[in-house]
């Protein structure tokens, strides 16, 4: 049960778009579409931001999209908003019937 | 609305159990699945264990597993984490996610975390 794999850090000027890697093993997020990612603000709960792979909940900007292809999904933040400023994480379901969460990514807009 | 509010938190010696509590609301409870998640102060999320809807099927993390048990009380609407053994590592907000939808794999509702902490 190893953490999935997120660079530590990812930066960029409002308006642009950053992509966040979230890399694992076939044993979780290359067998199943249970790829889903989470925003955290300092002493906040995490949010959902992506489900299953690619799809956002009701209520999410759809400057946030998500990918997969092999052992590695990615999310994708365009139009980079001072709001944005965050840490993401990922997480997926596993051959065990268990989850693991990503490393985790903070993100910061210059 | 819909909620879930966790409990049981507090500071603990080394060795000893504490129990938590997630109470839920706002959704028809015995039909999702429960899960435990925690983040130890300044890291990352950790997945700690789920429940079935109806309580006969749990997994845990490995980092948990033998220690801790998760249940649940469909009749109060309460999910229960009991923690043995607890070490200091185990140091952590506490947080209990429901999925978005009862046989889902995301977690779209969170509780705002009862904090653990053991002592050495």
């Known amino acids: 049960q190893s953490a999935l794999t997120q660079p530590a850090s990812v930066s960029g000027s409002p308006g642009q778009s950053i992509t966040i890697s979230c890399t694992g093993s076939s044993s979780d997020v290359g067998g199943y579409n249970s790829v889903s990612w989470y925003q955290q603000h300092p002493g906040k709960a995490p949010k959902l931001m992506i489900y299953d792979v690619s799809n956002r909940p009701s209520g999410v900007s759809n400057r946030f999209s998500g990918s997969k292809s092999g052992n590695t999904a990615s999310l994708t933040i365009s139009g980079l908003q001072a709001e944005d400023e965050a840490d993401y994480y990922c997480?997926?379901?596993?051959?065990?019937?268990?989850?693991?969460f990503g490393t985790g990514t903070k993100v910061t807009v210059l | 609305q819909v909620q879930l509010v966790e409990s049981g938190g507090g500071v603990v010696q080394r060795g000893r159990s504490l129990r938590l509590s997630c109470a839920a609301s706002?959704?028809?409870?015995?039909?999702?699945?429960m899960n435990w998640v925690r983040q130890a102060p300044g890291k990352g999320l950790e997945w700690v264990a789920v429940?079935?809807?109806?309580?006969?099927?749990?997994y845990y993390a490995d980092s948990v597993k033998g220690r801790f048990t998760i249940s649940r009380d469909n009749s109060k609407n309460t999910v229960y984490l009991q923690m043995n053994s607890l070490r200091p590592e185990d140091t952590a907000v506490y947080y209990c996610?429901?999925?978005?939808?009862?046989?889902?794999?995301?977690?779209?509702?969170w509780g705002q975390g009862t904090m653990v902490t053991v002592s050495s």
């Open positions: 996610a429901r999925p978005r939808v009862p046989l889902g794999d995301a977690f779209d509702i």
């Open positions: 997480n997926s379901y596993t051959s065990s019937s268990t989850y693991v």
């Open positions: 429940i079935s809807f109806d309580g006969s099927t749990e």
């Open positions: 706002g959704f028809t409870f015995r039909s999702y699945g």
